[in-house]
C-alpha cells in the first residue's frame, strides 16, 4: 500500500550498493574467521593466527563504519 510517498530513486540504489557492501565485509570476516579456525586446528604459528585476527577486526571496523554511516 502506497501513502503517495515514494523515495527517490538514488536512494534505493544507494540502499543495494549498501546491501552488497554489508554482504561482502560479513563474508570476509565470516571467512577469515573459519580460516583462522582451521589454520588453528592444524597448528599455525602464533604470528599466522594474530595476522588473520588483525584483519578480522580490521574488516568489522569497516562494517561498523558502513553501517554507522548508514544510520
Known amino acids: 500500500m502506497s501513502l503517495g510517498v515514494t ?3 538514488g536512494a534505493e540504489m544507494t540502499d543495494t550498493v549498501l ?3 554489508v554482504d561482502d565485509l560479513l563474508l570476509h570476516a ?3 574467521a573459519l580460516v583462522r579456525e582451521v589454520l588453528a586446528g592444524r597448528g599455525a604459528s602464533r604470528e599466522e593466527l594474530d595476522a588473520h ?3 578480522l577486526e ?3 571496523g569497516q562494517l561498523i563504519e558502513t553501517l554507522s554511516a548508514a544510520g
Do not use: A, H, M, N
Request: aromatic letters at 0%; proline letters at 7%; glycine letters at 6%.
Open 7 to 9: 523515495e527517490p530513486k
Open 19 to 21: 546491501d552488497r557492501r
Open 30 to 32: 565470516r571467512g577469515l
Open 53 to 55: 585476527t588483525r584483519e
Open 58 to 60: 580490521r574488516v568489522r
